[in-house]
Every structure is written in structure tokens, then in C-alpha cells.
């Protein structure tokens, strides 16, 4: 997910202070799809489509990404509301089993959620 500034340029303020509609106008929030865009999908015949050994995400956690960041802007917070993030949009039938989600079991065991 990248926070997108739709004002560059102009005095961005105390982003600690802003309430949420403040940031819903200031911030756009995007998602980079190119190492989405370059998978391939293993299709096994007569049985489910599942991910290629190959895939991997695009960053190790969210922690790599904060870790990134220049320090100064290490103690800003956004609030981010993902309740309907993975169903928000709207696909075709027969593209929902494109679109997974892989997660970790509490003995980190790997799972993937296959959109429905």
C-alpha cells in the first residue's frame, strides 16, 4: 500500500493532530500491483489452481517498510480501515480464484484464502 500526497507542495501540517476526514482529502491510498501483475498462476489440470512455488511478496513484512522510512517521519500513525479491503473490488466470476491471500496459522503453518 502506498499513501499517495494529492497536495505535494503545500504545507502538510501536524499529520499526528489531522482527524480521519482531514486525511481522507490530503492522502490517496494506492496499491502496487506490478509484482501482483507479474505472477503466473499454476493451473493443475482437473483439480484447483494454486500459487507457483516461485511466488513471493513484494516486501518481507510491514515492519521492513516502516523500517525504510527517513526517521523523521518514523512517528507519524495512519489509520487504515481494511474491514472490506480484500472484497472492495468488484471482479467477475471467473476471476476470483486469481486473487489470494496468503496468511500464517499460530504454529506458522502458510494458508492460502482464495477470494469468493
Known sequence: VVLVDKKPGEPLGNVE???DGAIRKRFRVTVDCRRLNSMKLAVVPGGDSVPSPFTTQSQQNALSILLSWPLCYRKVYFKVDLEDAFSSV??????????TVRTYDSEGGLHYGVGQ
Request: aromatic letters at 16%; a negative charge.
Open 17 to 19: 493532530q489531522m482527524p
Open 90 to 99: 468488484l471482479l467477475p466470476e471467473g476471476m476470483l480464484s486469481y486473487f
